[in-house]
């Protein structure tokens, strides 16, 4: 019976003590719950707060600051984390170079976005080129095959050296092929919103562009098929620079009919303005890599000729860009 009692006394105790522990531990994880909102909630909101300046088409010069700095933090972290340039023979300057070459890869990749993000939020892409954007596609193609093979075919670096002497050093570098790849997927992506949001219903595809489409793969289709046969003189070093001097010459087409069209339609809305800003960006710190990269070998003369697409092109890009800037202001 005594036994019996104290059962009775402690099992309510034991219930009580229990209790208070279940309480406990259901206060602590409604308390990390509450901590884990409201770093989620953080997070979104400075989400938002990027996506708020990099959509704002009026290139207010608080926004244009707070985008810039956001994207050269992040080009200097891939820049001192990425694989360097060995080539370069001074171990400091690898890190510079790195850093700028990222630095231009950021800002020319993400100047594609703020424009798909755009689009999304319209649901339209009036205002954009639907032009500009099938002929930004076949252009970043022709760069895609330029650098990647520069980059990764060994039989392509010996014709370089072949050409150039055993001592010249290509200076495509791996940010070059990264943004090359990076950038052709996201014209992509523009191409695919401008087939949904019935962009080649209210801007057909002009002449001039099917045209200009069908020269370029009759051009590299008859090269190639030569350089196949092994016929004199076809060399696929050769091939390349026919995909440099076409990209170069569809870059000038790219920008023109976005020209043509902001002039038609008095307005730049609906094209963001960060797409020139941080091409520009990009076209001058692409330019800087170049020369300093040259420099660094002792070959300036060389590193430029030898590289002369990258060169053109940023030449090119701060030239149109300036076009698009009066355009806007």
């Not at 933090?73 to 891939?78: P, R, S, W």
């Not at 001074?90 to 020319?108: N, P």
């Not at 790219?254 to 963001?272: A, C, D, M």
Request: proline share 2%; glycine share 6%; net charge negative.
């Amino acid at each position: 019976a005594n036994s019996s009692t104290e059962e009775t006394l402690e099992t309510p105790l034991l219930v009580h003590e229990n209790g208070n522990n279940w309480n406990d531990q259901s206060g602590l994880g409604a308390e990390s719950a509450r901590e884990e909102d409201t770093t989620s909630c953080k997070v979104m909101k400075s989400f938002k707060q990027i996506i708020e300046i990099y959509t704002d088409q009026s290139g207010s010069c608080a926004n244009l600051t707070k985008g810039l700095f956001f994207m050269s933090c992040i080009g200097t972290f891939l820049g001192i984390i990425m694989p360097k340039n060995s080539d370069l023979p001074h171990v400091a300057y690898q890190y510079l170079s790195s850093i700028i070459g990222y630095t231009y890869f950021v800002s020319w990749s993400v100047s594609f976005y703020p424009q798909i993000i755009t689009n999304y939020q319209r649901k339209t892409i009036d205002g954009l080129s639907t032009d500009s954007t099938i002929i930004a596609v076949l252009n970043y193609t022709c760069y895609t095959i330029y650098n990647a093979f520069f980059f990764w075919d060994e039989g392509i670096r010996q014709e370089y050296k072949d050409k150039n002497g055993q001592d010249s050093e290509i200076t495509v570098q791996s940010n070059d092929v990264a943004f090359a790849i990076h950038a052709l997927f996201l014209t992509l992506v523009l191409l695919g919103q401008i087939v949904y949001y019935g962009g080649l219903v209210t801007q057909p595809i002009s002449k001039l562009t099917i045209c200009i489409i069908s020269l370029t793969f009759i051009i590299s289709g008859i090269y190639s098929a030569c350089v196949i046969l092994k016929l004199p003189g076809f060399l696929w070093i050769n091939f390349l620079y026919i995909m440099a001097t076409i990209k170069l010459i569809l870059t000038i087409m790219t920008y023109i009919p976005q020209i043509v069209l902001n002039f038609h339609r008095k307005s730049t809305e609906g094209w963001n303005v960060w797409n020139p800003v941080f091409d520009f960006t990009g076209g001058l710190l692409s330019m800087a890599q170049l020369i300093f990269d040259s420099l660094d070998n002792d070959d300036f003369i060389n590193g430029i000729i030898g590289n002369w697409a990258k060169f053109v092109l940023s030449i090119i890009t701060l030239g149109f860009d300036g076009i698009f800037f009066t355009q806007h202001y």
